[in-house]
């Protein structure tokens, strides 16, 4: 009985403290009315209502719960606050980062909860257990069978919109005994074009580059879907992979598979070269996943020939998917990033960049700064 006195006395000075705080903060400027932002996320960082609330059981904290309700005037906020740390707890990581999104579309001023959150997703390890990924038996007659329900080996894209449109946000394992470890498609990196627009284009790839003759490696195990000519392309090898995703080697001089031969990670499939709409010899490479193409280095280290993360989560969105590495929240602003480049790359608007930092469009980004970016 003691204690849960004296937790209540504590639970209680610590909400209210942070409650007058906030009254605090919206009082500070006088003469602008531009919202406190980013005083009160720093200021919110080193509260401690949710650590306090980690402390407890969720029976303590019911109990808590229970006593603020029998107030004369219970007080709102801090219950609604508590109500929705009770929810916290039991979603998943991703939930949780579409929590917080929702919290700042909703415009209210949610700084310290919104902080709070983000504590718990930094402090937490998530376990996979509940995870699901989107993919896949491999005793099938094809890779991801269940994904695709085809297996078209005539063209490199066979894949409309209709794949995709009823799905929402998955997992993706990029590492798995079955489609192996990844490997370099080329053994010297030099990256010559970037996945993005330019040039009022879009490249849906990454161009590296390499002499005629240079080997073509899968950069996965799987199996070839398609080994032909095809338009800009010139000759070209996609690659189907158990969890779903397709790999695409463009521009080549040589093949060395045909449609059907089942590959290994790292196994020889082509020769690079020039073949197509191709200015110089470089291999173009691109990673798809139900025809949509990925930004390949949200998922590979070219330059470290090594995976970002073993696991991605694909993002759906209005024209397809975004994928994300896992344990990127943030990004770090390097010289010559400005926000639409950055959101672009995370598959978001400058507008969502804006109020999840609680930062402006004109705001400057300073080199070395984090910006949350999912
Ligand atoms: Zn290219």
């Given at each position: ?11 209680v000075?610590?909400l ?24 009160a996320v720093?200021?919110y960082?080193?509260?401690?209502l ?18 603020l309700?029998?107030?004369a005037?219970p ?7 508590i109500?929705?740390f009770?929810t ?25 909860l ?11 390890d998530?376990?996979d257990?509940e995870?699901?990924?989107a ?11 269940l ?14 919109p209709?794949?995709?449109k009823t799905?929402?946000?998955q ?12 490997v370099?498609?080329?053994?010297k990196?030099?990256?010559?074009s ?8 879009t ?11 240079d080997?073509?490696?899968?950069a ?14 010139g ?6 992979h ?14 060395k ?5 089942d ?12 073949s197509g709409?191709s200015?110089g ?5 691109e990673?798809?996943?139900k ?6 280095d949200?998922i590979i ?10 696991k ?19 990004y770090?602003?390097r ?9 672009e ?5 400058c ?21 949350r970016?999912?």
């Open positions: 009985m003691g204690f849960r006195k004296y937790y209540f006395v504590l639970l000075l610590v209210s403290s942070i409650s007058f705080a906030a009254v605090e903060t919206e009082k500070e400027p006088p003469t602008k009315s531009d919202k406190p932002v980013k005083k720093v200021m960082g080193e509260q401690t949710f650590n306090t609330l980690e402390q407890l059981d969720d029976e303590h904290i019911q109990l808590h719960y229970d006593s309700k029998k107030l005037n007080p709102q906020l801090i219950m609604s606050q109500e929705l009770l916290v707890k039991t979603l998943t990581k991703l939930e949780a980062a579409l929590l917080l999104d929702s919290l700042f579309d909703s415009g209210d001023e949610h700084y310290a919104i902080n709070q959150i983000n504590l718990f997703l930094i402090d937490h998530f376990s257990a995870e699901e990924f993919y896949l038996e491999h005793n099938s007659n094809y890779p991801a069978q994904i695709y329900g085809s297996w078209i080996t005539t063209k490199p894209h066979p894949y409309s209709e794949l995709y799905d929402t946000t997992r993706l394992k990029l590492v798995d005994r079955s489609f192996g470890d990844y370099s498609p080329v053994d990196i030099v990256v010559t970037r996945f993005g627009h330019r040039w009022g284009k490249h849906r790839g990454i161009d590296l580059d390499l002499q005629v003759w080997e073509v490696k899968s996965f195990s799987g199996k070839v879907r398609f080994a032909g000519y095809f338009g800009g392309y000759r070209v090898v996609v690659v189907r158990d969890n779903g995703l397709e790999t695409l080697y463009a521009h080549l001089h040589r093949f598979v045909k449609a059907g031969d590959v290994k990670a790292g196994n020889l499939i082509a020769l690079g070269g020039s709409n200015s010899s470089h291999l173009h490479f990673v798809r996943y025809g949509v193409a990925l930004n390949p949200q280290d070219f330059e470290n020939k090594a995976l970002v993360a073993q991605i989560t694909l993002i759906k969105n209005s024209w397809g998917f975004t994928a994300i590495p896992d344990g990127v929240e943030y770090t602003v010289r010559g990033d400005y926000l639409f480049k950055i959101a790359e995370y598959g978001t608007t507008n969502d960049l804006c109020k999840m930092n609680g930062i402006r469009r004109n705001t400057p980004l300073q080199v070395g700064q984090k910006i970016v999912i």
